[in-house]
């Protein structure tokens, strides 16, 4: 007896299979960089990073109807992406005796910030 598989349950055992298969992936984020400047730093400063770097991604997302766009700033809101500076501005005054920090704080603010 012939019996036919249906596609999307072959694909979603392939998937599975590969995942369970495959060492846990890296983190993937937007700007180039951003897992090296994350290594030894402070959690508030760690947490900031990976949000501005979030808010980088959530900012270029097209918005190409209005429920996308309403998703797209939900999203940016709930990451606070507008206050990336004031708290930069607070961190960088946290940390205002660890100049690593300050460096790490330094980039942030050139290739993340809005």
Known sequence: MNEVV???IIASALLLAASLAAPAAAA???VAGT???LRDMPADVA???TRADSCVHWMGEPAWDPKRAANIRR???ELRCEKLREEE???AARYVAEDKVLQVLKKVEE???P
């Open 35 to 37: 897992e090296q400047l």
């Open 47 to 49: 947490d900031f990073i």
């Open 89 to 91: 501005k607070k961190l």
């Open 6 to 8: 249906p596609m999307k």
């Open 75 to 77: 999203v940016i809101d």
């Open 28 to 30: 993937q984020y937007i």
């Open 111 to 113: 290739d993340y910030l």
